[in-house]
């Protein structure tokens, strides 16, 4: 039975990223060697989205389904301020009828999404 989901995040500076996850947003991690960082996630969700062409990751011999990582927060000005507080600055944020969304910049140069939702999620208790 599936007892969980494993995101691979690709970076061209996979050292600086995997540092930037543990001591900037505190994600508690495991070394599986060699300084290969796997981290705990918040509780996730996923939503299945249309795509607009050939979106795909060559892995393991397979062409996979290719992913956008979006971390969720409960208040979005106060994630942003905290995150400023540690060297992060985000970009603007935008409002959308999904929610309110910013991007967080990687040190690799990449960047992942941060938003706060306002449609129903899979992680409401009710």
Known sequence: MITGAHFLLYSDDPS??????????GFRAVDAGEGWLIFALPAAEM???????TFVQRHADHDLQGMLL??????????MAELRVRGVHCTA????????????P????GAIGLYQP?????LDDG
Not at 16 to 25: G, H, M, N
Not at 118 to 122: I, L, M
């Open 16 to 25: 600086a990223d995997r540092a930037f996850f543990r001591d900037v947003l």
């Open 47 to 53: 939503g299945v989205h249309p795509a607009n062409g």
């Open 70 to 79: 979006y971390l969720m927060c409960d208040d979005l000005p106060a994630s």
């Open 93 to 104: 944020v935008q409002e959308a009828e999904w929610g309110r969304a910013t991007t967080i």
């Open 106 to 109: 990687l040190p690799s140069g």
């Open 118 to 122: 306002t449609h129903p999620t899979a």
